[in-house]
């Protein structure tokens, strides 16, 4: 079983490569709070700077999607699903000029999708 732990919706794809056509190779890290709430945000590739307390989850559409660490552990039992929504976000994410917001849909992984996970 390939359990993926987070996943991109068509639209959001559309969205990607519409940036990554102005901006070239593309990042995004799951925001922790504050300002942002829980946004995920899209950076070029390398303009948020990664560190030891941060986690790769996986792939989406090509870009890197990192969390923190302390956070992971309350979401590591859900499969995120990037997606994007109307309206303009309070962030530094690079799609808010465009009218639209990165946005994460959840769900609880089964117990056998748990099983199947690879350690992170």
Same mark, same amino acid.
């Given at each position: 079983? !390939?359990? $993926? +732990?987070?996943?991109?919706?068509?639209?959001? $794809?559309?969205?990607?490569? &519409?940036? =990554?056509?102005? #901006? /070239?190779?593309? *990042?995004?890290?799951?925001? /922790?709070? @504050? @300002?942002?709430?829980?946004?995920?945000? @899209?950076?070029?590739? /390398? %303009?948020?700077?990664?560190? !030891?307390?941060?986690?790769?989850? /996986?792939?989406?559409?090509? @870009? $890197?999607? #990192? *969390?923190? +660490?302390?956070? #992971?552990? #309350?979401? $590591?039992?859900?499969?995120?699903?990037?997606?994007?929504?109307?309206? =303009?976000?309070?962030?530094?994410?690079? &799609?808010?000029?465009?009218?639209? =917001?990165?946005?994460? +849909?959840? =769900?609880?992984?089964? %117990?056998? &999708?748990? &099983?199947?996970?690879? %350690?992170?």
């Amino acid at each position: 079983m !390939d359990v $993926k +732990r987070v996943l991109v919706t068509d639209k959001a $794809k559309e969205v990607i490569d &519409e940036l =990554r056509a102005k #901006y /070239g190779p593309l *990042m995004f890290h799951q925001s /922790g709070g @504050c @300002c942002d709430g829980s946004q995920p945000m @899209c950076f070029e590739e /390398g %303009e948020f700077k990664i560190g !030891d307390n941060d986690v790769l989850l /996986g792939e989406v559409h090509g @870009c $890197k999607f #990192y *969390m923190a +660490r302390f956070q #992971y552990e #309350y979401w $590591k039992h859900t499969q995120l699903t990037l997606d994007v929504v109307p309206g =303009r976000g309070s962030s530094f994410s690079l &799609e808010i000029p465009m009218g639209v =917001r990165f946005h994460i +849909r959840s =769900r609880i992984f089964t %117990e056998q &999708e748990m &099983e199947a996970l690879p %350690e992170l």
